[in-house]
C-alpha cells in the first residue's frame, strides 16, 4: 500500500500528537450516515425544539456506510504510516457517536482527559505501550466549525504522558489516577487546536493526546464518531531493528529515549 501522508505530515504527528486527513471519505458517505443516526436520536432534524438535551450519545454502527467511511484507501494508507503495516486490525463497525446540539445546559462531560484503552474491575485503564488501542480517530459526519462544539486538543501533550505511565508498567493507570499525577494542569499552558473540518474529514491522533470536548455554540447539530483503532500487536519501545512506528517514536520521544 502506497504512502499518503507526507514526511512532513509525519513529523507534525510526532510533534503535535495528531493530523488532520481531509476529505478521508466522501461527504456523500457522511450524509448517508447521518440519515441513519438521525432517527437514533429521537430528535427531528427540522425542528429544534426537540433537541433537548446537550448530547446524545449512539452506539457503535455497523451498516455499510460507516464501514466505507472507516476503511477508504487513503484511511488505510495512514493507519500503516502511523501504527505501523499489519500492526492494527480493520475497523468492522465506528464506535460510540456524541451528537452534540445547541443547548444552554453544559453537557457535564467537558473535562480535558486521554483515553482509556483497556479495562480492569469496572474502570479503564493506559499503560505506556498504549494497550489495546493503536490510535485515536475523530470522523467527521457533519461540517464543524469553530462554534459547533469541536473537540478541543492540547497540541504535544501526548509527549507528558509517557513518563507517567512508564513506572507503573503493564498495570497502567486510570483516568482518576492520571490526573492525580498533574498531567493536566502540566499540559495547560500548551497551545489548544479545534477538530474543525469538513463532513468527511477525520482526525488521527496520538493514543496519549489530551482532549476535551465543550458545548455547542453554534445552530447544527454535531455528528462526530471517535473510534479506537485497534492493535493487531502490542506496541514496542525496544526493537531491534529499530523499525518504530509513530506512535511508538512518539512514546520514546516522551521517555526521551528517541529523535
Known amino acids: 500500500m502506497s504512502n499518503m501522508l507526507p514526511t512532513a505530515q509525519i513529523d507534525r504527528f510526532l510533534e503535535e500528537g495528531f493530523i488532520h486527513v481531509e476529505g478521508a471519505f466522501p461527504s456523500s458517505v457522511a450524509e448517508e450516515c447521518r440519515a441513519i443516526l438521525w432517527p437514533d436520536t429521537g430528535c427531528d432534524p427540522n425542528d429544534p425544539s426537540t433537541w433537548t438535551e446537550p448530547v446524545i450519545r449512539l452506539g457503535s454502527y455497523a451498516q455499510k456506510p460507516f464501514l466505507q467511511a472507516a476503511n477508504t484507501p487513503a484511511l488505510l494508507a495512514a493507519f500503516d504510516q502511523l501504527a505501523g503495516p499489519g500492526r492494527w486490525e480493520p475497523r468492522t463497525s465506528i464506535g460510540t457517536i456524541p451528537v452534540r446540539f445547541p443547548h444552554p445546559r453544559d453537557p457535564g462531560d467537558a473535562g480535558w482527559h486521554i ?66 499525577t498533574d498531567l ?69 520521544r516522551g521517555l526521551r529515549r528517541g529523535a
Open 115 to 180: 483515553e482509556g484503552s483497556f479495562s480492569r474491575e469496572g474502570q479503564t485503564y493506559v499503560n505506556v505501550r498504549s494497550h489495546g488501542r493503536a490510535l485515536l480517530m475523530l470522523f467527521l459526519f457533519s461540517d464543524v466549525a469553530e462554534d459547533d462544539a469541536p473537540t478541543r486538543i492540547r497540541v504535544g501533550s501526548h509527549l507528558a504522558v509517557p513518563s507517567r505511565l512508564e513506572a507503573v508498567g503493564e498495570a497502567g493507570l486510570s483516568s482518576d489516577q492520571l490526573g492525580a
Open 184 to 252: 493536566f494542569e502540566a499540559t495547560a499552558e500548551l497551545p489548544q487546536a479545534l477538530a474543525t473540518g469538513c463532513a468527511g474529514d477525520v482526525y488521527l491522533c496520538h493514543p496519549f493526546l489530551v482532549h476535551a470536548a465543550q458545548p455547542h455554540r453554534g445552530t447544527t447539530p454535531r455528528f462526530m464518531a471517535q473510534p479506537p483503532l485497534y492493535p493487531a500487536e502490542p506496541y514496542r519501545l525496544t526493537r531491534e531493528a529499530g523499525d518504530y512506528s509513530p506512535v511508538e517514536e512518539a512514546i520514546r
